[in-house]
C-alpha cells in the first residue's frame, strides 16, 4: 500500500503557489498547457525536517521534478543520487519513482537553488536571488554544524549567497570544503546530470567519495 505523498513543508522553506519570478511563472503555464498531467509548479524540498545534511541542487528538470514533484526523480540525475544516497544510508531504497513510492530520507534532505523549471534549465541570476530566502531559511534549520552538499556552480553560489559570503574566498571545486557560520561545511560536488557523468567530468567513484565524505562529516557532527 502506498502512502500519502510527503507534506509540505514549512512556509519559510517553501511557497507552493510563489509567483514571484514572471517568466518562471509564464514558463510553468505554457508547460502545464502542453503537459497537463506534470506537476508543473514550485517543487518543494524532499527528505527529514531535521536532517544533518542538506543536499542543494539547480532547479527541477523538465521531466523529472517538474513532472513529478519531487527533486530529482524522473529524471537521469536522480539514477545516479538516489542510488548513491541508499548507498550510504541516507535514503530507504535505492530508486525514486513518485512522490508516494514510500522512499524516505533519513538524516538527509534535497532542496534547490530555484524551486521552479526555468526555460533550457538555466535560472537568471535575478530568479536566484528572488528563490533565495526560501534556501537561507532552510540552511537554518540545519543548525549548529550542519553539511550542505552543493551540486555544481550554481547551487554553491547560492549558499553562499544566503550565508553572505563570496565566490572569491570560496571557490568552486569538486570535492572542495569550506568553512560556513555556525560551524557549518560546504561541501561541492559535480552536478550528477547525463552530461556530466556521460563525459565522465563525474564519475560514479567521484560522485561516491563525495557522498562517502558527506557521511563522515555528517557522523562526526552527531556523535
Known amino acids: 500500500m502506498r502512502r500519502a505523498p510527503d507534506p509540505d513543508p514549512p ?16 514558463h510553468l503555464a505554457t508547460v502545464r498547457a502542453g503537459f497537463p498531467d ?4 514550485p517543487v518543494p524540498p524532499f527528505g527529514d525536517p531535521d536532517a ?19 527533486p ?8 545516479l543520487l538516489y542510488e548513491t544516497l541508499h548507498r550510504f544510508g541516507f535514503s530507504s531504497r535505492a530508486e525514486s519513482l513518485a512522490r508516494d513510492d514510500g522512499l524516505e530520507l533519513a538524516a538527509c534532505r534535497i532542496t534547490n537553488a530555484v524551486k521552479c523549471l526555468p526555460p533550457q534549465n538555466k535560472p537568471t541570476v535575478a530568479e536566484v536571488k528572488s528563490c533565495n530566502p526560501y534556501l537561507q531559511a532552510e540552511l537554518r534549520s540545519l543548525g549548529q554544524g550542519g553539511v ?9 553560489n547560492a549558499v ?5 559570503l563570496t565566490q572569491s574566498v570560496h571557490r568552486f571545486g569538486h570535492g572542495a570544503e569550506h568553512v ?11 552536478h550528477c546530470s547525463r552530461y556530466n557523468t556521460q ?11 563525495v557522498v562517502a565524505r558527506a557521511r563522515e562529516l555528517a557522523d562526526q557532527r552527531r556523535d
Open 52 to 70: 544533518i545534511v542538506l543536499i542543494v541542487g539547480l532547479a527541477p528538470g523538465m521531466h523529472g521534478a517538474n513532472a513529478t514533484g519531487r
Open 148 to 156: 550542505v552538499l552543493a551540486l555544481g556552480l550554481v547551487a554553491h
Open 160 to 164: 553562499l549567497r544566503a550565508f553572505g
Open 72 to 79: 530529482f526523480t524522473g529524471d537521469y540525475a536522480g539514477i
Open 11 to 26: 512556509a519559510d522553506w517553501f511557497e507552493p503557489e510563489c509567483r514571484r519570478c514572471p517568466r518562471l511563472r509564464d
Open 38 to 41: 506534470y506537476h508543473a509548479a
Open 199 to 209: 563525459t565522465r567530468r563525474l564519475t560514479v567513484e567521484m560522485f561516491r567519495s
Open 180 to 190: 560556513l557560520h555556525g560551524d557549518r561545511i560546504l561541501l561541492d560536488s559535480y
